[in-house]
């Protein structure tokens, strides 16, 4: 049976032309053959095909580009997609057990994520389209790797814009909801379906263990979740406090301290914010601090109160740092770009009086691959930066 076609206006043309995924609801002119979450063969006005996507009947995104062969887009084809996800994370995950097997619109396949924990694979489907190929996903994973397990952890808000509900639990094999997983020589516990997304963020898995190569002294890791940069910065430094507001987030932080018999490190749960205007107030001093805020500016009308927050943070532990310190200091908004960054922290800097060399400029790990046309897709911003001098 042939897909329904959706007609999109040269706009929506030129979108796709400059290497764009995503479609916008007023540059689709003709949308009556689609029904929710189908896929689609785009076409212009002159009946032009652009390409195949997910149709979405409700979202502002009303258009996901999966290709622009003629070849449909059938179970083989998403087959291959998610064959060609898998052969980049053997060059790039490593020994690593946890993580992002599938990282959406960067494998060219939008709104899927699949994030593998171990034996036990997490899946979100985002949107209607994928929602519908769920089934197909879960036999094409068990085909490839026979899990333990393949849960789905779709409790999440942006699936209301699809008129999607939220909802959580096992689709395949045993229904588990911990699991252990190494990481750069670390155990870890993985909470797969109480933790915050699908249990773990292994976007920064790269950067814990860059911060660990600069980590020494007294630590602090602002925003620590269950502990991911504070037990990396541990082996190196004489001591490590981790802050974070959920009781939840700290009480795997200390299991999975005792986890790896680490004796330097204290957990704390408070709102970062307070704790360090407090000890900034206090007079504190660190020689290794960890910034790793939740995204401030998830829409575009938060971008201002965004770069207040960055700019109040960074200013606080710039001016918390001995003489030769570092900051590793993170943003995962992407409406913040990188030069919207390194312009907040320069402006931070000067207020704190402080002369700072960028060490490195690093961004999300590998698995979560950044599409050169679909700027969105980079998202994660971190810093490796040293104070080199004060100034009155
Ligand atoms: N650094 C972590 C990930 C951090 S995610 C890692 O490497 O795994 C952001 C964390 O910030 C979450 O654990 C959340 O509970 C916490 N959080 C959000 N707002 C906070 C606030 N104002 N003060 C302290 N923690 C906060």
């Not at 706009?11 to 949308?31: C, F, K, N, T």
Request: charged share 25%; net charge neutral; with cysteine.
């Amino acid at each position: 049976m042939p897909s329904p076609a959706v007609t999109i206006t040269q706009r929506g043309a030129d979108r796709v032309s400059s290497g764009h995924v995503w479609i916008y609801r007023a540059d689709v002119l003709d949308e009556s053959q689609a029904h929710p979450g189908a896929i689609v063969r785009l076409q212009d006005r002159s009946r032009h095909y652009w390409g195949q996507a997910l149709y979405s009947s409700q979202s502002q995104i009303a258009l996901r580009l999966l290709t622009r062969d003629e070849r449909p887009f059938d179970r083989a084809f998403l087959a291959e997609r998610i064959a060609t996800a898998t052969s980049l994370r053997q060059q790039v995950a490593g020994s690593a057990q946890a993580y992002r097997l599938v990282s959406a619109e960067g494998d060219l396949l939008p709104s899927l994520i699949v994030d593998r924990y171990g034996p036990c694979f997490v899946i979100q489907t985002l949107t209607q389209g994928m929602d519908r190929l769920k089934p197909q996903i879960v036999e094409i994973l068990q085909q490839a790797f026979s899990p333990r397990s393949i849960l789905e952890r779709n409790d999440v808000a942006v699936r209301e814009l699809e008129g999607l509900p939220e909802q959580k639990g096992t689709l395949a094999g045993e229904s588990i909801s911990e699991v252990e997983a190494e990481e750069n020589g670390l155990r870890f516990t993985f909470d797969l379906m109480g933790g915050q997304k699908t249990g773990g963020f292994l976007d920064q898995r790269e950067n814990r263990l860059a911060a660990r190569q600069y980590a020494r002294g007294r630590a602090l890791d602002c925003f620590s979740y269950t502990g991911g940069f504070a037990l990396h910065l541990a082996a190196q430094c004489d001591s490590v406090l981790g802050i974070d507001s959920s009781p939840e987030a700290l009480g795997l932080a200390r299991r999975n301290q005792q986890l790896n018999r680490l004796t330097n490190l204290e957990w704390k749960e408070a709102n970062c914010f307070d704790f360090l205007k407090a000890a900034d107030q206090e007079r504190q001093r660190y020689d290794t601090i960890v910034l790793d805020p939740p995204a401030f500016a998830r829409q575009k009308s938060k971008l201002e109160a965004a770069r207040r927050g960055y700019k109040e943070l960074n200013l606080r532990a710039l001016k918390m740092l001995n003489p030769g310190g570092f900051l590793i200091t993170c943003s995962c908004s992407h409406h913040v770009s990188e030069a919207d960054f390194l312009e907040i922290i320069a402006a931070a800097a000067l207020d704190a009086h402080r002369t700072v060399a960028v060490v490195e400029r690093r961004t999300q790990s590998r698995d979560h691959p950044i599409l050169l046309t679909v700027p969105e897709t980079h998202y994660l911003k971190c810093l490796v930066l040293r104070v080199i001098g004060f100034f009155s």
